[in-house]
């Protein structure tokens, strides 16, 4: 079993997003049901492990907050684009519901996330993509923005991988305290 921690998005999200597929040669686009921003991978677990995980997910706790998507980026790798993927506008407060739910992760035996943490959501995934190409949809898109709306739960998900890429399905909502 694969799981990752994440947010959910709302369906106006996802239709704002939806809006940016086109124009990018290479580009295997995210289907909507699978936009979201993670939080923390966990990675291959037993079935036991999953109990233990929940219970830890149950402690974190923390309020609502608002979330808007904006400004358009890529993650490149020896030269190459490898993803395109929609900014967090003001990423603190998703940062500190990610410090907790690490905080939480580990304490039940999850091993610690040492990748610096960059709240994005994916739209995209290219094999060998060029940077001049990725450049010029950026350039093209610069004034994206998506939201505000309110994040009032992150999810537990579970990952399956396949040949048209991942499914994912929600194992467990847990909600964030509305102010």
């Not at 959910?8 to 289907?31: F, V």
């Amino acid at each position: 079993m694969r799981l990752f921690v994440g947010i959910a998005l709302p369906e106006e999200t996802h239709d704002r997003l939806a809006m940016l597929k086109g124009g990018l040669k290479g580009a295997r686009w995210l289907a909507p049901e699978n936009l979201h921003l993670s939080l923390r991978f966990i990675g291959e677990i037993t079935g036991s492990m999953e109990r233990d995980i929940d219970a830890a997910l149950q402690t974190v706790g923390g309020n609502s907050f608002s979330l808007s998507l904006s400004k358009l980026g890529a993650f490149e790798r020896r030269g190459r684009v490898h993803q395109v993927w929609a900014g967090v506008e003001n990423p603190e407060p998703v940062a500190a519901l990610r410090d907790k739910i690490d905080s939480a992760l580990v304490r039940c035996g999850c091993a610690p996330e040492h990748r610096k943490f960059k709240p994005h959501v994916t739209v995209a995934r290219l094999k060998g993509g060029s940077t001049a190409d990725a450049g010029l949809y950026l350039i093209q898109h610069a004034g994206f923005l998506a939201g505000p709306f309110t994040v009032e739960k992150f999810t537990l998900f579970e990952s399956h991988l396949g040949t048209g890429g991942a499914h994912y399905v929600v194992l467990a909502d847990y909600p964030l305290n509305v102010i």
